[in-house]
C-alpha cells in the first residue's frame, strides 16, 4: 500500500533518472522528454550550467529569511524585470503561490476604491489553491470545495462581448494566459487581446497575465505577452524559471509597489538563494534558445497539424488521446495531454531535429492508428 494520497492520477512508470532530452525507468527504458516536467525542464534534465550553480550556492547559503536583504535575490529580480519590462518582484515557491499573490495585489490595489472582482476565461487554469481555483474557468477543478471564494467571474475566451458585459464598477483586474496550456492550447486572438488592453485602460482594470506555463521563453519570446502589442500590469512566472528547483514569481509595475508593502504578504522559502540560483543559471541559458524555440514549434505545428505557440503545441484528434498517450510511452516517447481530444506537447528547447523527426513520425503512426481502427468501429 502507498502512503502517498491519491491526488494524482500517477502513470504505471517509476521515474529514477533525467539526463538531458530523456529520462529512465527503474526498469532502465529510455523515453524521450515531450512532458518535460509539465514545462518545467525547458533545458531538459540536469542542465549542466545550472547544476554547476546550484552546487556553488550549496556551499555558500541554503536558506536566508525574507527579514533580510538577500543579494542572489535582488540580482534574479533585476534579471526578470529587464526581460519582462516591468518593476517590482515577488518570489514564491511555484506557480498557484505566484498567481495567489497577484490576486492578491489586485485587490489590495483596488481596495482603495471599493473594486474586488476579477474576470477570468472559459478552459483557463491558474493553480489549485482556494482562490487560483476559483480563478480557473473549469468546473471539475472546483468540485467539492464549495463554498469558494467570492469577487471571480469567468466568461468564454476570445469573446469581447461577453467580457464587456462581465465588467461592473466593483471590477478590479482581468486575469488571462496568452495560450490555455492545461485547457486545451489555445491560443488569444491578437486582436481580441488588443481590445481587452482598451477596455482595461477604459475601465481603469489592471492586466494580470498568467505566464506560468508560457513563460521563460517557452512561446519562443521571453513571455507570451510579448508576442503581442500591449503591456500587462502584472506578469505571473514560474515554470520554466528554475529548471527543476521550486520557484515563482510575481512581477508587476511600479505603481503597484505600495499595494503590497510590509506584512501584506510574504513566504518563508520564497526567494530562497538555491532557487535564485537556478533561476539566474537558467535565465542566463535560455535566452540563446529562444529563435529554436520559435523554429522547432512552427515545425513540430507544421508536420502535426497543431495549434500553439513556440514548443507548446497542441495536436486536436478525432479519439479520446488517453490510448494514444499510453501506446507512446510504450514507444518510448512521453506526452501529455490537454482536455480528452487534446496531445499536448511541450518539449526541452534542447531537443534535436532528430529527436523531432523520431518523435513526429512516432507520433503520427499512433494517431493514425488508432483513428483509424474508431472509423472502422
Excluded at 529514477?16 to 530523456?22: D, L, P, Q, S, W
Excluded at 550550467?49 to 550556492?57: D, G, N, R
Excluded at 471564494?149 to 478590479?172: R, W
Excluded at 505566464?211 to 500591449?230: C, D, L, M
Amino acid at each position: 500500500m502507498s502512503h502517498l494520497f491519491s491526488n494524482y492520477g500517477r502513470w504505471p512508470i517509476s521515474i529514477v533518472k533525467g539526463e538531458g532530452n530523456y529520462v529512465f525507468d527503474a526498469e532502465g527504458n529510455k523515453y524521450l522528454d515531450l512532458v518535460s516536467g509539465i514545462a518545467v525542464n525547458s533545458l531538459g534534465n540536469v542542465p549542466p550550467k545550472v547544476k554547476a550553480k546550484v552546487a556553488e550556492q550549496l556551499d555558500t547559503l541554503w536558506h536566508c529569511s525574507n527579514l533580510f536583504q538577500i543579494p542572489i535575490q535582488e540580482e534574479l529580480a533585476t534579471k526578470l524585470a529587464e526581460i519582462s519590462g516591468l518593476d517590482r518582484v515577488f518570489f514564491c515557491n511555484s506557480g498557484a503561490e505566484a498567481n495567489e499573490a497577484a490576486i492578491k495585489l489586485a485587490r489590495r490595489y483596488g481596495n482603495q476604491q471599493g473594486k474586488y472582482e476579477i474576470i477570468t476565461f472559459e478552459q483557463s487554469f491558474h493553480g489549485r489553491t482556494l482562490a487560483t481555483l476559483t480563478a480557473t474557468g473549469q468546473d471539475k477543478v472546483k468540485e467539492g470545495f464549495e463554498p469558494l471564494p467570492a469577487g471571480f467571474k469567468t466568461v468564454p475566451y476570445n469573446d469581447l462581448e461577453a467580457l464587456q458585459a462581465a465588467i461592473t464598477p466593483q471590477t478590479c483586474a482581468v486575469m488571462l494566459e496568452m495560450v490555455q496550456g492545461e485547457g486545451g492550447v489555445n491560443p488569444a486572438d491578437s486582436d481580441w487581446v488588443r481590445q481587452i488592453a482598451a477596455l482595461a485602460k477604459e475601465h481603469q482594470l489592471l492586466l494580470i497575465i498568467d505566464e506560468i506555463q508560457t513563460g521563460i521563453g517557452r512561446t519562443g519570446k521571453w513571455f507570451g505577452f510579448q508576442h503581442y502589442e500591449f503591456e500587462p500590469d502584472i506578469v505571473t512566472s514560474a515554470k520554466g524559471l528554475g529548471s527543476g528547483f521550486p520557484v515563482g514569481a510575481m512581477i508587476a509595475k511600479e505603481f503597484l509597489a505600495d499595494s503590497f508593502g510590509p506584512g501584506t504578504h510574504g513566504s518563508t522559502f520564497g526567494g530562497n538563494p538555491l532557487a535564485m540560483a537556478a533561476g539566474l543559471a537558467t535565465l542566463e541559458e535560455v535566452g540563446s534558445y529562444l529563435p529554436q524555440v520559435q523554429q522547432k514549434g512552427e515545425y513540430l505545428r507544421s508536420e502535426l497539424g497543431g495549434r500553439g505557440q513556440g514548443l507548446l503545441v497542441g495536436v486536436e484528434c478525432k479519439v479520446e488521446v488517453a490510448p494514444i498517450i499510453s501506446e507512446l510511452r510504450d514507444e518510448g516517447i512521453l506526452v501529455l495531454m490537454a482536455g480528452p481530444n487534446v496531445l499536448r506537447l511541450l518539449p526541452p528547447f534542447t531537443i534535436t531535429q532528430e529527436e523531432l523527426e523520431f518523435a513526429i513520425e512516432k507520433i503520427k503512426q499512433v494517431i493514425a492508428k488508432h483513428q483509424g481502427a474508431a472509423a472502422q468501429a
